[in-house]
């Protein structure tokens, strides 16, 4: 800044800038302050909007989400429940019973096969 700025109440570097009422016509000029408002506000309607369909978004995964929690929960009920009755299928109790209902007759005498040697017939 110039020394003699003060006391000429101008800038000879920039006269487009000398005195405050041009500025605030500048300023003016460029910014309206209807235009801002409205800007304002329509900004304020997009932001608002964007908002609601997230909130909406994220409510929806929510409800989603635990939907597919209760699916699990039913999954893992069920899987438990079948590997009980797996279990209880398999046991040597159930076996016998199943064997007695198919009328098989137990063997009196049971042989026993060895195998001598690694010899295997080849059949050509």
Known sequence: MCK???????????PEFSKKGRILKLISDHFN???LAVSFSVLAVIVGFVYLFSA?????KGYKMEEL????????EENKN????????KSMANLSTE??????????????????GSTVALNH
């Open 56 to 60: 909406n978004f994220v409510a929806t």
């Open 82 to 89: 079948l590997n009980l009755k797996y279990i209880e299928l």
């Open 4 to 14: 003699s700025w003060k006391k000429e109440r101008s800038n000879h570097h920039f």
């Open 99 to 116: 064997v007695a209902k198919m009328d098989l007759v137990a063997s009196e005498k049971a042989e026993v096969l060895s195998v001598l």
């Open 33 to 35: 302050w209807m235009r």
């Open 69 to 76: 929690q209760n699916k699990i929960d039913q999954l893992k």
